[in-house]
Structure formats: structure tokens, C-alpha cells
């Protein structure tokens, strides 16, 4: 069993910048990053395998960056150009196995999930 805590959400405007953070409380191989606005499916945005390896979500690809520090167990996302769209509740995931790049960032394939962080995106 691993515990994810999510971290560093909050408001921003549109154009600005945040980081979120997953802490992990155990190592394990692939970690991904969700989101749920109101009335929306979660999305998936990202995943990362401990080799490094990353898939991005076409719709965040090239504003938002996946990256981990093995050592500390913490997963980040660096969201660059927040739109007001951006705005959900963000969630990590991680999953003992790993899913390439042809089966996208999909929910079904992580076992383990944060509680979430909320990022809001003024207009």
C-alpha cells in the first residue's frame, strides 16, 4: 500500500505558474498526475516511469512538466501558462506497473491515489 499527498495548489491568474507536488510514502515504478473540473471526467495529463521516462495528455503537452525525485519519493508538476480552463482538482497516481506510450494517461491503469489539490485559474 502507498500513500500520495498531494501539494501546492491554490489561485493563479491566467499566464502564471504553479508546481504541485506528490509526496509518496513508498517507492514505486510509475507515477502519473489527473484532474477533475465539476461536472467533467477525470483527465489524465501525465505519467512518469522511474527510468524517467514521460507521456504526456495532447491538451498539456509542451505547458506542463512531469518530473520525480526518486530519492525524496516526491512526483512534481510544473504547470507554465495556466489558462482559466486549467482549473480542477488536481490528483496524483501511482501504480506498481508501467503502460507505454500508446495506451495514454488513463486512470484505470494507476492503483494508488492522492486526495487532491485544488488549483483555481483567474481570468
Known amino acids: 500500500q502507498v500513500q500520495l499527498v498531494e501539494s501546492g495548489g491554490g489561485s493563479v491568474q491566467a499566464g502564471g505558474s504553479l508546481r504541485l507536488s506528490c509526496t509518496a510514502s513508498?517507492?514505486?515504478?510509475?507515477m502519473g498526475w489527473f484532474r477533475q473540473a465539476p461536472g467533467k471526467e477525470r483527465e489524465g495529463l501525465g505519467k512518469?516511469?522511474?527510468?524517467?521516462?514521460?507521456v504526456y495528455a495532447d491538451a498539456v503537452e509542451g505547458r506542463f512538466t512531469i518530473s520525480r525525485d526518486k530519492s525524496k519519493k516526491i512526483l512534481y508538476l510544473q504547470m507554465n501558462t495556466l489558462k482559466p480552463e486549467d482549473s480542477a482538482m488536481y490528483y496524483c497516481?501511482?501504480?506498481?506497473?508501467?503502460?507505454?506510450?500508446?495506451?495514454?494517461?488513463?486512470?484505470?491503469?494507476?492503483?494508488?491515489w492522492g486526495q487532491g489539490t485544488q488549483v483555481t485559474v483567474s481570468s
Open positions: 497516481a501511482a501504480d506498481p506497473s508501467w503502460t507505454g506510450r500508446p495506451y495514454g494517461v488513463r486512470a484505470a491503469d494507476f492503483r494508488y
Open positions: 513508498g517507492y514505486i515504478y510509475s
Open positions: 512518469i516511469a522511474d527510468i524517467g521516462y514521460t
